[in-house]
């Protein structure tokens, strides 16, 4: 039988792209996965390489936009790409797990800042999640997946 398939952060699969080159692996969450087909993703290593600056989600007068901390620059637009590209090519996802925090990835536990960098909210969803919650596929931070599901 064809096993559902679920989207994941690939650094939570042990890859090493997060920004500065190291992973995020959990091997307890890959145990809990184990009956889904996993299909990884990383849009910032995709779109910028790793190591790469980092960046913060930014909430301006009509959205929130992923803002790097090098440049100063607006650099959503590859993400948002980059994800509508990931589910257009993956349309039997339907999972998806995102590293928590993550201005890319996470689904409820991202800070959102101001335009003048202060905090508005520890809550907020990254640029791909977005993308997913969008396409109303389930969605889950790695954290809060592995705590509801570990009995
Ligand atoms: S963009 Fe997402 S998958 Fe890539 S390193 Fe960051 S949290 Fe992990």
Redesign the pocket.
Known sequence: MLKSKVAL???LLGCT??YDGNN?LNENLLILLDAYEIVP?????HCFGTPRPTMDLVKNEDNVEAISNETQKNISRPIREYAQNFFRVNPNITLFI??DR?P??AVKSGKIYDVEKNLLDKKGTGLMAQVALDLGIESWDAETYEASHTS
């Open positions: 952060s690939a650094c792209c997060r995020n993703f990383c849009p910032e290593d995102g590293k993550s890319s990835c």
